[in-house]
């Protein structure tokens, strides 16, 4: 690649990697559909590799495709602060820097950042990625968005985000196993069962999920509570998410992962039944920063809306 994308190629990509549509990502930056799939296709071109499987059910990112989107999405960002920067002058801006897990980030947090920062263009917000939850805090981290199960000693904790997962599957795997959906894209009787037996039940970090579910949906077949411990295991939720949308197997995701996919018609779930998780996502910060002012407009921000998001 001998030049770097455009910040266009790169908004339309990030928008299509969030949205699974380059119809509806198309309307998130305000350009025609096939302009969309023209800058995509040129960032393919330029990459030298596929970002998206296209097919009759429409988008799916590609292992590189997540890998890029995980890496730009941050890039994007810091742009866009950089932008508030120049015009508001660096001492205006008060820093602020945050660390947050990347699918929080990508499928929560991105989609909707953009009104904070419209509304606070004195706070430089700055992100990076969190891996896994840690008491401790490094460099010049403020805060950071964790899925863990809430305040330490030393640590102020507010809840952004409650976790209840549910399974999914691609309509492919469905139709594959010879079930027909019925009106409004639900399983006749009897075929959860089937389904949950005979395709693999793909696991995430959230350890025990399967087990847990099984038992809240009262379902205790003893073939089943052996394949909830042996499912093939995708540590991040995207990743998870991509391999039942590939129709892999069976994922338990929370709706704010899912939700995309599912009303695009690539997913589809397969119960109502949820299980809560016992972790969920937490903004926290070390008590030292309590009462920083950047900080206390931004937890006030991410709380309310969190308010307005039906738990998830």
């Known amino acids: 690649m001998r030049h770097l994308p455009s910040t266009t190629a790169l908004r339309c990509f990030d928008a299509s990697a969030r949205l699974l549509s380059f119809t509806k990502a198309a309307q998130a930056v305000n350009l025609t559909q096939s302009a969309v799939s023209h800058h995509i296709q040129l960032l393919e071109r330029e990459l030298g590799v596929e970002l998206f499987e296209r097919d009759r059910s429409g988008l799916k990112l590609t292992a590189s495709g997540q890998r890029y989107w995980e890496d730009t999405s941050t890039v994007l960002h810091q742009l866009q602060r950089a932008a508030v920067r120049a015009v508001a002058g660096d001492q205006a801006c008060i820093q602020l820097n945050i660390a947050v897990a990347s699918a929080f980030a990508n499928y929560w947090l991105?989609?909707?950042?953009?009104?904070?920062?419209?509304?606070?263009?004195?706070?430089?917000?700055?992100?990076?990625?969190?891996?896994?939850?840690?008491?401790?805090?490094?460099?010049n981290e403020d805060a950071a968005i964790e899925l863990c199960e809430?305040?330490?000693?030393?640590?102020?904790?507010?809840?952004?985000?409650?976790?209840?997962?549910?399974?999914?599957?691609?309509?492919?795997?469905?139709?594959?196993?010879?079930?027909?959906?019925?009106?409004?894209?639900?399983?006749?009787?009897?075929?959860?069962?089937?389904?949950?037996?005979?395709?693999?039940?793909?696991?995430?970090?959230?350890?025990?999920?399967?087990?847990?579910?099984?038992?809240?949906?009262?379902?205790?077949?003893?073939?089943?509570?052996?394949?909830?411990?042996?499912?093939?295991?995708?540590?991040?939720?995207?990743?998870?998410?991509?391999?039942?949308?590939?129709?892999?197997?069976?994922?338990?995701?929370?709706?704010?992962?899912?939700?995309?996919?599912?009303?695009?018609?690539?997913?589809?779930?397969?119960?109502?039944?949820?299980?809560?998780?016992?972790?969920?996502?937490?903004?926290?910060?070390p008590s030292k920063h309590s009462g920083a002012a950047a900080l206390m407009r931004f937890e006030a921000w991410i709380l309310s809306q969190a308010e307005t998001e039906q738990t998830c």
């Not at 599957?169 to 959860?192: K, V």
């Open 110 to 139: 991105m989609p909707r950042l953009g009104r904070f920062v419209d509304d606070n263009q004195d706070i430089n917000l700055s992100l990076t990625n969190r891996v896994d939850a840690q008491n401790i805090f490094v460099g």
């Open 150 to 285: 809430g305040a330490t000693p030393g640590i102020e904790a507010r809840e952004v985000l409650s976790l209840v997962y549910k399974p999914y599957a691609a309509a492919a795997l469905i139709e594959r196993s010879g079930i027909t959906l019925t009106t409004g894209r639900a399983l006749p009787e009897g075929a959860l069962t089937h389904l949950l037996l005979n395709f693999p039940l793909i696991r995430t970090s959230m350890a025990g999920a399967w087990t847990a579910w099984l038992a809240e949906a009262g379902l205790s077949n003893e073939s089943l509570a052996e394949k909830a411990g042996r499912g093939p295991v995708y540590a991040q939720a995207s990743l998870a998410l991509t391999a039942a949308m590939s129709g892999i197997g069976i994922a338990l995701l929370p709706n704010y992962i899912a939700r995309s996919a599912t009303e695009t018609g690539q997913l589809v779930r397969l119960s109502e039944i949820g299980w809560r998780a016992d972790r969920s996502y937490f903004l926290r910060w």
